[in-house]
């Protein structure tokens, strides 16, 4: 059985517990014994790790949709296009919706999810990473990075051990995503070559070889597959799969710029 089967099956409250469970339990309407938890998936787990991903995603965005006092109508189409890209049946949209309405919560603990996020990730770097991609890029749905979303999306990397540099060059990748997208995905990918450098984390005076290094370490961080096997939810092979035609269509930008075969 899929994660998400075990969510409707009802036993969410023993692959997680937690304010996770806890969390997905409210917006479910099932309560469950802490006592049983763990008791069907241990930590580690692929499908119990999809569920802490899926989970925390969307409690997280409505958390940042909610930084300044209100949600704009920006975010909440941001929020929407991410559930359309990873194509929820109705079930799932309408628990993604319940999970981003529980973050809005005054009371909700962004600390003990965070931690108990990254407890269930356990080493798995790139799920983290790919996590912090998608909250940088909902918080930056209405074109810009407002202070209170930068401080709370710097607290959740200290909480997750990124350092401050990792988080600005992430900040700097979503700037670039926008730009490949506002350019409609056609050549060229990207505005100007500064977003194509950007997108891949690199100076425009690096080397040849390390931006070639640096294109490879980030496809390797993104396929899909490796994600999937990791604990990325199925939903969102779709939100990784374009992530690397961005990344490849960045590499190909500064290639033809430099002229290199």
Same mark, same amino acid.
């Given at each position: ?14 692959? @997680? ?10 917006? +479910? ?6 006592? @049983?938890?763990?008791?069907? +998936? ?11 991903? %899926? $989970?925390? $995603? %969307? ?25 359309? &890209?990873? &194509? ?27 931690? =108990? ?11 983290? =990473? ?22 709370? /999306? ?15 060059? /992430?900040? =700097?990748?979503? =700037? ?30 690096? $080397? ?23 604990? /990325? ?10 992530? $690397? ?17």
């Amino acid at each position: 059985m899929s994660w998400w089967g075990k969510v409707l099956g009802g036993t969410f409250g023993y692959m @997680l517990g937690g304010p996770l469970g806890a969390l997905l339990g409210a917006v +479910l309407g099932h309560k469950f014994d802490n006592g @049983l938890n763990m008791m069907n +998936l241990r930590p580690g787990d692929v499908e119990r790790v999809q569920t802490a991903f %899926f $989970t925390t $995603t %969307f409690l997280t965005m409505g958390h940042l949709a909610k930084a300044d006092g209100r949600v704009s109508e920006n975010e909440i189409a941001q929020a929407k296009f991410v559930m359309e &890209q990873m &194509q929820l049946s109705p079930e799932q949209m309408k628990v993604a919706i319940g999970l981003f309405n529980e973050g809005k919560s005054d009371d909700f603990d962004l600390t003990a999810v965070i931690g =108990q996020f990254k407890q269930e990730c356990g080493r798995r770097r790139n799920l983290e =990473q790919m996590f912090l991609e998608i909250l940088i890029s909902t918080a930056m749905a209405d074109g810009e990075l407002h202070k209170l979303e930068h401080d709370i /999306l710097l607290k959740i990397c200290k909480h997750l051990s990124f350092s401050r540099i990792t988080f600005e060059k /992430l900040v =700097q990748m979503m =700037q670039a995503q926008r730009s490949y997208n506002a350019g409609g995905g056609q050549q060229p990918a990207y505005k100007n070559i500064e977003d194509a450098y950007n997108m891949l984390g690199v100076k425009n005076d690096a $080397t040849d070889g390390e931006v070639k290094k640096a294109y490879r370490k980030l496809m390797s961080q993104h396929h899909p597959d490796k994600l999937v096997s990791r604990g /990325l939810p199925e939903e969102m092979i779709k939100i990784a799969t374009e992530k $690397t035609v961005e990344i490849k269509a960045a590499y190909e930008q500064i290639k033809k710029e430099r002229n290199i075969k």
